[in-house]
């Protein structure tokens, strides 16, 4: 079973940093490229970092030089440092799977204040 519990989310001042965990489980995580997903309210939820099992990462264009995204494939976990946040970048962040499992966590919710 698949389960993915999203942690680390807060508010944070323009400019400030936060540091996004998930613990996954369900025996795909080390074999598998896992993301880091955004949605804005009433938006659709967009991967905005990625990184495949072996580590090489990737970023949507508006992420690139502020996020970092890190994985540990003995503990399941997927990390996601985010440094500099607009406010842009607040919303629900999600991981999973790339692409994606139909079942999502619980998200954590980002929030930048000016």
């Known amino acids: 079973q698949v389960q993915l519990v999203e942690s680390g989310g807060g508010r944070v001042q323009a400019g400030g940093s936060l540091r996004l965990s998930c613990t996954a489980s369900?025996?795909?995580?080390?074999?598998?490229?896992m993301g880091w997903y955004h949605q804005r309210p009433g938006d659709l939820r967009l991967l905005v970092a990625g990184?495949?099992?072996?580590?090489?990462?990737n970023y949507a264009d508006s992420r690139k030089g502020r996020y970092t995204i890190s994985r540990d494939n003995d503990k399941n976990i997927l990390v996601l440092e985010m440094n500099d946040l607009r406010p842009a970048d607040a919303g629900m962040y999600f991981c999973?799977?790339?692409?994606?499992?139909?079942?999502w966590g619980q998200g954590t919710r980002v929030t930048v204040s000016l």
């Open positions: 990184i495949t099992s072996t580590g090489r990462d």
């Open positions: 999973n799977k790339v692409p994606p499992f139909d079942d």
């Open positions: 369900g025996g795909f995580f080390s074999t598998s490229a």
